[in-house]
């Protein structure tokens, strides 16, 4: 994989960059294939690579009814982190981190890992004892978490107001500092460019409109640019999940598709050099190499296909972005949109066999499978390849929702919402 080797980028650089070659082939679809993957975000992308890396499966299309990376994959703030509290997740999310760490060398292309760590603010001693509990799951788990005293805060992000006097006073906070942001786009397209070199097929503009089967096993899907064929079809559609297995016949999930913004300010200097929660609401803020911060909250609240939200969600994560930042009061916003969340009921991801014949879900994001991309394909990979779950993922069923074997991080019940 030469393509982007220090070589070809000074070559280029000295004859005005024409001699670029796309990153991935404008694949047509074949009549059929040995997987079929639906939906070419972060996850369908990340399944087809490792599928083709890890499994000898290259024989794949991935069907993508947009261009790659103009889903949730593109429209994230970005931060990668694996502080969890309950077993199946942590372990989960730090084997994603652990693929995070090797990803741009193993693409050959720069993604923009940036392990700037993750700080989240305590603002009462109970949560700041919460926190410890966190932390020390995780430190069992070999994970790295420390907890942090207001100097240490101060010592970290000088922006931060740690003044007693404060609307939401801060007793301390927790941080990972393996944990950080990714650029984006740079993950979709790497992972595209990736998967194409091994000869998978990224087919953008098919949509994917009905499903093929052979009695109640699926066979294949009916898309906008005709019906391809596989013996097993895997879908990855995220917040269109409810939409796309309905076509499959599978009219209730445990899922609810809700709107998250995002936001982004005018450019300024370096100034918070690490991610940076809030406690007492619902806010994260980092600043991206550009110089803009990039902050996101709350879902709106209420179920939604729409990829813009409303008002009153601006003012309430502004309003606490404020609270910790009352320096930034002079900020101009710059941009905002909004991504369609597979929110599960207990907040944990599907990655599983079924529930058809010939057919394998991935779904149940909610507000993080950005960093779950790679641990996330690398799973469903396996169990596409092997027809069955891979430790890592065995405990995200389906099942467990029938079974009330529910993995609820936060203790909220079944109210997608509040995950
Ligand atoms: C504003 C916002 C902020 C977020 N912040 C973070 C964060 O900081 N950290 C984090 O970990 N996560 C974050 N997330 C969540 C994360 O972005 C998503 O969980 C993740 O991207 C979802 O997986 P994906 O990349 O595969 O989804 P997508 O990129 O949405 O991919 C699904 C694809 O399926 C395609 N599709 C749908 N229907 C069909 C069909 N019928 N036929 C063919 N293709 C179809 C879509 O076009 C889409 O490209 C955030 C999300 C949003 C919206």
Redesign the pocket.
Known sequence: MGDYSLWSVVKNGLTGNKSWKPAWRKAAPKPSYDVII????????ATAYYLAREHGITNVAV????L??????????????SNYLLPENSRFYEWSLKLWEGLSQELNYNVMFSQRGVLNLAHTPSQLDQYAQRGNAMRLGGIDAELLAREDIARLCPGIDLSPNARFPIEGGLFQPRAG?AR?DAV?WGLAYAADRMGVDIIET????GFIRDGSAITGVE?SRGEIRAPKVGV?????TS??MR?AGVERLPIESH????FVSEPVKPLIDTVVTFGAGHM?VSQSDKGGLVF?GNLDYYNSYAQRGNLPIVQEVASELLAVFPNLGRLKLLRS??????MSMDGSPIITTGPLPGLFL?CG?????????PG?GWCFAWTIAHDEPHARNAAFTLDRFHAGTVIDEKGAGAAPRLH
């Open positions: 639906v939906g070419g975000g972060g996850h369908g992308l069907v993508e009814r947009g790659i990376g103009q889903g949730s994959v593109g429209r994230n703030t970005t931060i990668v982190r942001t984006h979709a098919c949509e994917v409109t898309t990855a559609v995220a917040g269109m939409e796309v076509k709107i998250l913004q995002a994260y996101g949109w909004g991504g369609v969340m597979d991935n994001w909610c507000y993080g499978g950005f960093k779950a991309t996330s």
